[in-house]
């Protein structure tokens, strides 16, 4: 199975800065069809994973311009550009390029 | 509005089974692949079985083949998952998820149904 590593763990971060979380894949995650299924969400204490972004840097419908996503192969970052109070929570990488599909174990963003 | 809604979670002695259930609503549920993936306590996310809109293709996770069975009714817009065999490492909420926007990817999640698999 593909391993998804993301750094930090933790990432105590001040209302207002910039953070960046990072997923490395243990393979590279582009598929057959030239597409690199990396997405990611956010899970906020107490509800159902949601998700940011797909497709590497596609951000979901409704999701605010602050969460970017870049990265290729094995390599990927999300960023948020300035964080709000309403962004604490877990946020995992998963790829769906190969079968079966895994997910990083997670990073807690958390207000200092 | 997409939902998704599981049920059919519980307290269950290991050996033993259970139904879960999933209900769809606001889009057509036969158009979509529908997954399972299921969240420890305090633990990350794990894929636990997938089907495909027609009901053709089944996939399962290694750690759940053999004991738990996938089906769909698309007249009925519903997802099932027979779990058999239980075991303690099995207890997690249980998702049920809309594959969309690309391979194995989950545009909506149900809010889940909690598993416990205890003596």
């Not at chain 1, 906020?44 to 998700?51: A, D, E, N, V």
Request: charged fraction near 20%; aromatic fraction near 12%.
């Amino acid at each position: 199975d593909v391993v998804m590593t993301q750094s930090p763990l933790s990432l105590p971060v001040t209302l207002g800065q910039p953070a960046s979380i990072s997923c490395r894949s243990s393979q590279s995650l582009v598929y057959s069809d030239g597409n690199t299924y990396l997405n990611w969400f956010q899970q906020r204490p107490g509800q159902s994973p949601r998700r940011l972004i797909y497709k590497v840097s596609n951000r979901d419908s409704g999701v605010p311009d602050r969460f970017s996503g870049s990265g290729s192969g094995t390599e990927f970052t999300l960023k948020i550009s300035r964080v709000e109070a309403e962004d604490v929570g877990v946020y995992f990488c998963m790829q769906g390029t190969h079968w079966p599909p895994t997910f990083g174990g997670g990073t807690k963003v958390e207000i200092k | 509005e997409v939902q998704l809604e599981e049920s059919g979670g519980g307290l269950v002695k290991p050996g033993g089974s259970l139904r879960l259930s999933c209900a769809a609503s606001g889009f057509t549920f036969s158009a979509y692949a529908i997954h399972w993936v299921r969240q420890a306590p305090g633990k990350g996310l794990e894929w636990v079985s997938s089907i495909s809109s027609s009901g053709r293709y089944i996939y399962y996770a290694d750690s759940v083949k053999g004991r738990f069975t996938i089906s769909r009714d698309n007249a009925k817009n519903s997802l099932h998952l027979q779990m058999n065999s239980l075991r303690a490492e099995d207890t997690a909420l249980y998702y049920c998820v809309r594959e969309g926007g690309g391979r194995y990817s989950y545009d909506y999640w149900g809010q889940g149904t909690l598993v416990t698999v205890s003596s």
